[in-house]
C-alpha cells in the first residue's frame, strides 16, 4: 500500500468485489442476443464486430453499444439504440459472485470516509447490475463510476479523478483498491489485493 491519509476508499469490481464469467466469443454473444430480439444481423457479422467504425483517443472508453451500433449501421441495419442496448447488456450478464471479504471492506471502508466503485466497463448499465445482483449493498456506495460513464478507462488518470469528485475529494486523498497492478495501481494512491485481502483492509480500517 502507499502511504497517505485518506478521506475516502474506491472499490474496482471484476475481480475485486465480484467476480463473472465473462462471454468467450463477444461478437457471437452478442449475435445471438440481438437475434432473441429479432434485430437482422449482417453475414458478416463477426468482421463487422472486429473493425474499428470510429477513432477513439488513447485513454478513452467507447462504449460497446455504441460500437454495436455503429457495426450494424455499417452494413445498413439501424436498430433502436434501446434495443441494442439491451442485447449488449443481456449478452455479458452471468452469475454474480461476491468475493470473500468485500461486504466486510466495504463496511470497514465507511471509517475512512466516503466510499465507491471505479470500474472500467464498456458494457453500459453492466456494474451497476452485477452489484445490485451481488451480495452487497448497493447503497453503501455513495458513487458508481464507470468507464463508458466517465468516458476515460484506468490507468488514465481522468478516470480516478472522476471517482475522487463523485466522492467529494481529491485523487490523492482517494485510495483506491484493485486487483490489476497496471489498471488499479495507476492510482495516485492504491493498494492491490496481492499486496493485502479484503478482510486484511478492513481489518486495518476497523483499527483491529
Same mark, same amino acid.
Given at each position: 500500500?502507499?502511504?497517505? $491519509?485518506?478521506?475516502?476508499?474506491s472499490?474496482?469490481?471484476?475481480?475485486?468485489?465480484? $467476480?463473472?464469467?465473462?462471454?468467450?466469443?463477444?461478437?457471437?454473444? =452478442?449475435?445471438?442476443?440481438?437475434? @432473441?430480439?429479432? =434485430?437482422?444481423?449482417?453475414?458478416? +457479422?463477426?468482421?463487422?464486430?472486429?473493425?474499428?467504425?470510429?477513432?477513439?483517443?488513447?485513454?478513452?472508453?467507447? @462504449?460497446?453499444?455504441?460500437?454495436?451500433?455503429?457495426?450494424?449501421?455499417s452494413?445498413? =441495419?439501424?436498430?433502436?439504440?434501446?434495443?441494442?442496448?439491451?442485447?449488449?447488456?443481456?449478452?455479458?450478464?452471468?452469475?454474480v459472485? *461476491?468475493?470473500? &471479504?468485500?461486504?466486510?471492506?466495504?463496511?470497514?471502508?465507511?471509517?475512512?470516509?466516503?466510499?465507491?466503485?471505479?470500474?472500467?466497463?464498456?458494457?453500459? #448499465?453492466?456494474?451497476?447490475?452485477?452489484?445490485?445482483?451481488?451480495?452487497?449493498?448497493?447503497?453503501?456506495?455513495?458513487?458508481v463510476? *464507470?468507464?463508458?460513464?466517465?468516458? +476515460?478507462?484506468?490507468?488514465?488518470?481522468?478516470?480516478?479523478?472522476?471517482?475522487?469528485?463523485?466522492? &467529494?475529494t481529491?485523487?490523492?486523498?482517494?485510495?483506491?483498491?484493485?486487483?490489476?497492478?497496471?489498471?488499479? #495501481?495507476?492510482?495516485?494512491?492504491?493498494?492491490?489485493?496481492?499486496?493485502? $485481502?479484503? @478482510?486484511?483492509?478492513? &481489518?486495518?480500517w476497523?483499527?483491529?
Amino acid at each position: 500500500m502507499h502511504a497517505g $491519509s485518506h478521506d475516502a476508499v474506491s472499490f474496482d469490481c471484476f475481480g475485486t468485489l465480484l $467476480s463473472v464469467d465473462q462471454p468467450d466469443d463477444p461478437a457471437a454473444a =452478442i449475435a445471438e442476443s440481438l437475434a @432473441s430480439r429479432g =434485430i437482422e444481423r449482417p453475414d458478416d +457479422w463477426e468482421r463487422a464486430y472486429a473493425m474499428p467504425h470510429r477513432s477513439v483517443e488513447p485513454g478513452r472508453e467507447q @462504449s460497446l453499444v455504441a460500437h454495436v451500433s455503429a457495426a450494424l449501421s455499417s452494413r445498413g =441495419i439501424d436498430p433502436p439504440d434501446s434495443a441494442v442496448r439491451d442485447a449488449v447488456l443481456a449478452a455479458f450478464e452471468s452469475p454474480v459472485r *461476491t468475493r470473500d &471479504g468485500a461486504g466486510e471492506a466495504v463496511a470497514a471502508a465507511e471509517h475512512v470516509g466516503s466510499v465507491g466503485v471505479c470500474s472500467n466497463c464498456s458494457v453500459p #448499465g453492466l456494474v451497476e447490475r452485477s452489484l445490485e445482483r451481488s451480495a452487497l449493498d448497493p447503497g453503501r456506495f455513495d458513487a458508481v463510476v *464507470t468507464s463508458v460513464g466517465c468516458g +476515460w478507462r484506468k490507468p488514465d488518470r481522468r478516470a480516478f479523478e472522476a471517482v475522487a469528485d463523485a466522492l &467529494g475529494t481529491a485523487p490523492a486523498d482517494l485510495l483506491h483498491v484493485g486487483d490489476d497492478p497496471e489498471a488499479d #495501481g495507476a492510482a495516485p494512491e492504491s493498494v492491490l489485493l496481492s499486496e493485502r $485481502s479484503l @478482510s486484511e483492509l478492513a &481489518g486495518r480500517w476497523r483499527g483491529d
